[in-house]
């Protein structure tokens, strides 16, 4: 009986830092939400930050390679680790300094992997017609028209075809931190309610046990006197 009280804080203490948790994770998706929105607004400006945030990624994944590679100068790899260090600092620099033709890369380069993988999936889908003929079709046309708008509008599709892409990733991200964080609050309600109601039905059964054993004492108490 000592035990339960603590057993009974802990627990309300770990399900407050969870309920605490699941609400920084909405609060994070409405973030991201937010975000992707205003991208979706202003795909060219979107365009840019996430040119400029590539950048800077890869050349600071470069500067961590060639510390990691300096630290291991004695391995077998140090010249290897240190050359794909220095080629992403290269590219992280060049990203920086010219991210409107970095983004005019990316999008030729993505709209091309729109024709093939739409121009794959549209052969595969009629020479193997298998079960889910319809939509692998669907989805080959839908790469390859993809691919085509892009292409036609090159180099003005790069101002906003990979802002639209990044704000999108934000929006669904958002949306996934959203729906977790609710549905964990949720899930953290019903257990809690459970567990008091359990709580409550054995108390009650305690109470019970201890009056019905209060008054069978008092029958033998009555029938000793007698």
């Known amino acids: 009986m000592a035990g339960r009280p603590q057993e009974e804080g802990r627990g309300t203490r ?19 939400v937010v975000c992707g ?18 950048g800077w990624l890869l ?19 140090f010249w ?18 010219h991210p409107q033709g970095t983004a005019e890369a990316l999008t030729m380069f993505a709209a091309l992997l729109f ?12 020479v193997v017609r298998g079960p889910h003929f319809g939509w692998t079709l669907l989805q080959g046309v839908f790469g390859l028209l993809l ?20 704000s999108l990733a934000l929006l669904f991200d958002g949306l996934g931190l959203i729906a977790v964080g609710i549905g964990g609050r949720r899930i ?14 054995e108390a009650t059964e305690d109470a019970e046990g201890a009056g019905a054993s209060e008054k069978s004492t008092e029958e033998d108490q009555d029938q000793s006197h007698t």
């Open 14 to 32: 770990e399900g407050r830092n969870l309920k605490r948790s699941f609400g920084w994770l909405t609060g994070l998706g409405v973030v991201l």
């Open 37 to 54: 929105l205003v991208g979706l607004v202003y795909a060219n400006v979107a365009t840019l930050t996430s040119m400029l945030l590539f």
């Open 59 to 77: 050349l600071i994944g470069g500067l961590v390679g060639l510390l990691q590679a300096i630290e291991s100068r004695g391995s077998n790899f």
């Open 188 to 201: 953290l309600g019903m257990v809690t309610e459970n567990a008091e109601n359990a709580e409550n039905a």
């Open 80 to 97: 290897l680790a240190v050359i794909v260090a220095a080629l992403y600092i290269a590219a992280g620099v060049v990203v920086i300094r």
């Open 147 to 166: 691919g085509v708008l892009v292409l036609a509008n090159w180099p003005d599709s790069s101002r906003y075809v990979l802002g639209v892409f990044f």
């Open 115 to 126: 024709l093939t993988g739409g121009l794959f999936r549209l052969v595969g889908s009629v």
